[in-house]
T-cell receptor, first 115, second 116 residues
Framework: AQKVTQAQTEISVVEKEDVTLDCVYE???????LFWYKQPPSGELVFLIR??????QNEISGRYSWNFQKSTSSFNFTITASQVVDSAVYFC????????????FGTGTRLTVIP | GAVVSQHPSWVICKSGTSVKIECRSL??????MFWYRQFPKQSLMLMAT?????????EQGVEKDKFLINHASLTLSTLTVTSAHPEDSSFYIC????????????FGPGTRLTVT
């Protein structure tokens, strides 16, 4: 069975603070893909990152960084120097198998950045 | 590139009527399209997967006779909610897969359905 857990339902931070969103996943597949999506108030999902199970290198993209650790089945997302525009719901998702066809989403973390 | 549109963006209908939602990939051909449902403040739940020219594959618990999916071309998939009831009110999101790259799905902006 596939499962994605985002234990943090809501987080509030003051602008310019750093914030880490946690994601823990479960799968029996040895090949899988992990994703993060942003859903702003408008509703449209915005793709942030895709990582395959064989690539444990951490990634940094501007103020965003991701920490993938297979040993703890976690794929955490950190926003550095948060901005008001970062306010959104963030979803972590898992796609099992080499084909990565289906996406299993976590319940999302609502991030509010207070000016 | 990789833009997916949905129409309508929102719809209000009366209980018992049917509603059709369109999902289009505007600048690419989608080998596969997906339909998700999202309740307020909840996650996206996959409803069905459709491949062009074949029957959709529905997830467990999704009534295929109630949620009719037609994937007539490589750029268009439709979801028809038949005999809608208030409990069908939700945010419906489609996504389209471009090519064979793993997990390369592009999401539409969603359609908010309210059944009165």
């Amino acid at each position: 069975a596939q499962k994605v857990t985002q234990a943090q339902t809501e987080i509030s931070v003051v602008e310019k603070e750093d914030v880490t969103l946690d994601c823990v996943y479960e799968t029996r597949d040895t090949t899988y893909y992990l994703f993060w999506y942003k859903q702003p108030p408008s509703g449209e999902l915005v793709f942030l990152i895709r990582r395959n199970s064989f690539d444990e290198q951490n990634e940094i993209s501007g103020r965003y960084s991701w920490n993938f650790q297979k040993s703890t089945s976690s794929f955490n997302f950190t926003i550095t120097a948060s901005q008001v525009v970062d306010s959104a719901v963030y979803f972590c998702a898992l796609s099992p198998g080499a084909g990565a066809n289906n996406l299993f989403f976590g319940t999302g973390t609502r991030l509010t950045v207070i000016p | 590139g990789a833009v997916v549109s949905q129409h309508p963006s929102w719809v209000i209908c009366k209980s018992g009527t049917s509603v059709k939602i369109e999902c289009r990939s505007l600048d690419f051909q989608a080998t596969t399209m997906f339909w998700y449902r999202q309740f307020p403040k909840q996650s996206l739940m996959l409803m069905a997967t459709s491949n062009e020219g074949s029957k959709a594959t529905y997830e467990q618990g999704v009534e295929k006779d109630k949620f009719l999916i037609n994937h007539a071309s490589l750029t268009l998939s439709t979801l028809t909610v038949t005999s809608a009831h208030p409990e069908d009110s939700s945010f419906y999101i489609c996504s389209a897969r471009r090519g064979q790259a793993p997990g390369e799905q592009y999401f539409g902006p969603g359609t908010r359905l309210t059944v009165t």
